[in-house]
């Protein structure tokens, strides 16, 4: 079972340009994380939001989340083609025991 | 830096046969987590141990699968006989909670084995 569900499903832009996916879950959550995965590759986490927190920054990346509308979103800024991968969100829901669960991801892809 | 070790990295078998992998997280780390991963979707938790033992296995197709992590270091994933449908990549992730900060469980995972079922 999947909690989060990403939007777009995949996303096609120019090296230079702004990036944001969007994640939507249903449960009430501790945190919720985003990571990357290369094609073929094991996921990387990219960054943690808590709860309590509204928007947190990490070099080009910036995630918000909205507790209210169970939601969440991932900016990267200034694309560079290195940044073409799979990104998922994932979140740890109260009472869960450390469970992570993720969603079916966004597709990215930066032309050069 | 430390990683994950999986294996093996490929494996292609075919249907009815059994097939078994293995992982070996990072030292220390209590928790262990299986995931499977279909081509063009999300990981789906098929196992979590803490320690040796099993936490939630909710998701696993227990008549033909089993997890085991017996002296709660490295762990074995096991299907028998293997289907069409479990051509996936398998991912087993590990973490230690706190270690990124209290009560966060950032997951560090390992490179994952894809498997092939003809």
């Known amino acids: 079972s999947q909690q989060g569900e990403e939007d777009p499903q995949a996303l096609s832009i120019q090296e230079g340009e702004n990036a944001t996916m969007n994640c939507s879950y249903k449960t009430s959550i501790n945190n919720l994380q985003w990571y990357r995965q290369n094609s073929g590759r094991g996921l990387v986490h990219l960054i943690l939001i808590r709860s309590n927190e509204r928007e947190k920054h990490s070099g080009r990346l910036r995630v918000t989340l909205d507790t209210s509308k169970k939601s969440s979103s991932l900016l990267i800024t200034a694309s560079r083609a290195a940044d073409t991968a799979s990104y998922f969100c994932a979140t740890d829901a109260v009472g869960g025991y450390n469970k992570l669960i993720f969603g079916a991801g966004t597709r990215l892809a930066v032309h050069p | 830096e430390a990683e994950v070790a999986q294996s093996p990295r490929y494996k292609i078998t075919e249907k009815s046969q059994a097939v078994a992998f293995w992982c070996d997280p990072i030292s220390g780390h209590a928790t262990l987590y299986w995931y499977r991963q279909i081509l063009g979707q999300g990981p789906e938790l098929l196992v979590q141990?803490?320690?040796?033992?099993?936490?939630?296995d909710s998701q696993l197709p227990k008549d033909r699968f089993s997890a085991e992590r017996l002296k709660g270091v490295d762990s074995t994933l096991k299907i028998q006989p293997a289907e069409l449908g479990d051509s996936a990549m398998y991912l087993c992730a590990s973490t230690s909670r706190g270690e990124r900060g209290s009560g966060a469980n950032v997951l560090t995972f390992g490179a994952g084995s894809r498997l092939t079922v003809l």
């Open positions: 141990f803490q320690d040796e033992s099993v936490v939630d």
